[in-house]
């Protein structure tokens, strides 16, 4: 059983940043694939992005790409989403999930955290 904290939701204006971090439980952090997602308010949830256990594979959803930038610290047992040049269309809900092992492109995960706000304002 892995358990997910996230943390570092806020209210940003547009052009401005954010880092959310998700820690998780556990001894074998390094065999999981971490993900984020993301659901805004009447929407489904939606992909962000997804790294592997090593960090040496990363996938993003097209319209972060450039913008946004996952990372991860083994000895941490911690994943990171760096948020840069944040538009409105970025407030949501955002998730960190854990999967063991599997490809970063793959949509299934296991193991979801409780969500942390994102608000962008405009």
Do not use: H
Not at 44 to 64: L, N, Q
Not at 95 to 118: E, I, L, N, P
Request: aromatic share 14%; charged share 20%.
């Amino acid at each position: 059983q892995v358990q997910l904290v996230e943390s570092g939701g806020g209210l940003v204006q547009a052009g401005g940043s954010l880092r959310l971090s998700c820690t998780a439980s556990g001894r074998t952090f390094s065999r999981y694939t971490m993900g984020w997602f993301r659901q805004a308010p009447g929407k489904e949830r939606e992909f962000v992005s997804a790294i592997s256990g090593s960090g040496g594979s990363v996938y993003y959803v097209d319209s972060v790409k450039d913008r946004f930038t996952i990372s991860r610290d083994n000895a941490k047992n911690t994943v990171y989403l760096q948020m840069n040049s944040l538009k409105p269309e970025d407030t949501a809900v955002y998730y960190c999930a854990a999967r063991y092992f599997g490809s970063v492109k793959a949509y299934d995960y296991d193991y979801w955290g409780q969500g942390t706000q994102v608000t962008v304002s405009s």
